[in-house]
């Protein structure tokens, strides 16, 4: 089955540092990945995604990037974070349709 | 554009209630899916159905029920004999077809809270 990993699981950092999370992707190849935001408000945004190696796709205007260097691996970043980019990130990945959610990265800028 | 509401921010109830959360979306597409997902206290998002425009037949899984309605674009989740378990976010999405299925829009989540 389809499994997702996502790390550091929690994270801290300073404004202006930079940042990368990690995707990794289990169990199936050229899975559709992306990359939501849930904001202390609840609702997740889609930010990122991507339909293969080096196709990336942005939803919506921002301070982070991503990337795909591998299949099966998906890379959020930013090269100096705003305070505004804390909340909850969720690698995701589609399997016949489903939409299936890593365990999430929690980041607080500080 | 579309648009997924969900105007019950928290419901609390106590063990054993039978508890409805209301979904309505808005799309001007006639084929799309509509989701259901749970998030635990863990964060971890959680599956619990899709559904797609073309089929508005209600659907049982256990304890777990969704009565989809295109007459008034509503996709309610109903839990019967619910338990602390249960206690999580939960939200509805919208995806339109042909968009490899992983672009939802989600509405703001229902909080349930089942008190023993």
């Known amino acids: 089955s389809q499994t997702i990993h996502q790390w550091p699981a929690t994270l801290v950092q300073p404004v202006g540092s930079p940042l990368s999370l990690e995707c990794t992707v289990e169990?199936?190849?050229?899975?559709?990945l992306y990359w939501y935001r849930q904001a202390a408000g609840r609702g997740l945004q889609l930010l990122f995604y991507s339909v293969g190696i080096g196709q990336i796709s942005s939803e919506v205007p921002q301070n982070l990037s991503a990337s795909r260097p591998q299949d099966r691996q998906f890379i959020l970043s930013s090269k100096k974070l705003l305070l505004s980019d804390s909340g909850f990130y969720l690698c995701a990945g589609t399997l016949e349709g489903e939409l299936f959610f890593g365990e999430g990265s929690r980041l607080t800028v500080l | 554009a579309q648009k997924v509401t969900q105007a019950q921010t928290e419901i609390s109830v106590v063990e054993k209630e039978d508890v409805t959360l209301d979904c309505v979306y808005e799309?001007?597409?006639?084929?799309?899916?509509l989701f259901w997902y749970k998030q635990p206290p863990s964060g971890e998002l959680v599956f619990l159905i899709r559904?797609?425009?073309?089929?508005?037949q209600n659907e049982i899984s256990g304890r777990y029920s969704w009565n989809f309605q295109k007459s008034t674009s509503s996709f309610n989740f109903t839990i019967t004999a619910s338990q602390v378990v249960d206690s999580a976010v939960y939200f509805c999405?919208?995806?339109?077809?042909?968009?490899?299925?992983?672009?939802?829009?989600f509405g703001q989540g229902t909080e349930l809270s089942v008190k023993p």
């Open positions: 169990g199936t190849s050229n899975p559709n």
């Open positions: 559904r797609n425009s073309f089929d508005e």
């Open positions: 799309t001007r597409d006639t084929t799309y899916y």
């Open positions: 999405a919208l995806s339109e077809a042909g968009n490899q299925g992983g672009k939802l829009i």
